[in-house]
């Protein structure tokens, strides 16, 4: 409801006020939808239930990254090796040494800027980090078929989601498209800081 009545606001976009509640609206709500509901309905807490609508093989959640590829990263990978080196790709990303163990290398030096270019775009950092991208490309396996598929379905998830809020949104707010798009980013990005934030 938040996100249907920010985004009924964000069609009168080109108005400032309209424009500044639009934004924090769907801020709030992309934030709600993926750290306290999306989260939990993809560690399977409500399958119980037997809710088709919140059930962790049907949900499918507002990010660049497909539900399957973040269960099996977070809930297999994650939840299983927390904090182990070379096993939790979660300590890091693998674009930071956030532990004294991990090797130092001259590419640290710039973490202060890769941690906040990762902050902004976190969704993507996380649908790259689900493909383990930077594994497959140091052990040259680009050419794998299973990562290959999975590829391929990080790129029309990113699709859609770049569609919804790019392109048709945008569109149906008329004249007022390029506000739109402007407060569609900037939601975006707000919920890509506080999800960064609280990881």
């Given at each position: 409801?938040?996100?249907?009545?920010?985004?009924?606001?964000?069609?009168?976009?080109?108005?400032?006020?309209?424009?500044?509640?639009?934004?924090?609206?769907?801020?709030?709500?992309?934030?709600?939808?993926?750290?306290?509901?999306?989260?939990?309905?993809?560690?399977?807490?409500?399958?119980?239930?037997?809710?088709?609508?919140?059930?962790?093989?049907?949900?499918?959640?507002?990010?660049?990254?497909?539900?399957?590829?973040?269960?099996?990263?977070?809930?297999?990978?994650?939840?299983?090796?927390?904090?182990?080196?070379?096993?939790?790709?979660?300590?890091?990303?693998?674009?930071?040494?956030?532990?004294?163990?991990?090797?130092w290398q001259p590419f640290h030096l710039g973490q202060?800027?890769?941690?906040?270019?990762?902050?902004?775009?976190?969704?993507?950092?996380?649908?790259?980090?689900?493909?383990?991208?930077?594994?497959?490309?140091?052990?040259?396996?680009?050419?794998?078929?299973?990562?290959?598929?999975?590829?391929?379905?990080?790129?029309?998830?990113?699709?859609?989601?770049?569609?919804?809020?790019?392109?048709?949104?945008?569109?149906?707010?008329?004249?007022?498209?390029?506000?739109?798009?402007?407060?569609?980013?900037?939601?975006?990005?707000?919920?890509?800081?506080?999800?960064?934030?609280?990881?």
């Open positions: 409801k938040i996100e249907l009545g920010s985004r009924a606001v964000l069609l009168a976009s080109g108005f400032p006020p309209a424009w500044i509640l639009g934004t924090v609206g769907l801020s709030v709500a992309k934030i709600l939808e993926n750290m306290e509901i999306g989260h939990n309905i993809l560690h399977g807490q409500w399958d119980w239930m037997r809710d088709p609508k919140i059930h962790s093989t049907t949900w499918e959640w507002d990010m660049a990254s497909p539900a399957e590829q973040w269960k099996h990263s977070h809930n297999e990978l994650h939840h299983t090796y927390t904090n182990v080196i070379g096993k939790d790709n979660d300590l890091g990303y693998g674009i930071m040494r956030v532990d004294e163990d991990q090797p202060p800027l890769w941690s906040f270019i990762n902050a902004c775009f976190f969704e993507y950092g996380i649908a790259a980090y689900d493909l383990e991208l930077g594994a497959v490309i140091a052990k040259k396996q680009t050419g794998d078929p299973e990562f290959r598929a999975r590829g391929k379905a990080v790129l029309r998830k990113i699709g859609k989601q770049v569609l919804k809020d790019y392109v048709v949104h945008p569109l149906l707010s008329g004249p007022n498209a390029a506000a739109t798009l402007t407060a569609n980013f900037t939601a975006n990005v707000v919920r890509n800081l506080w999800s960064n934030s609280v990881i």
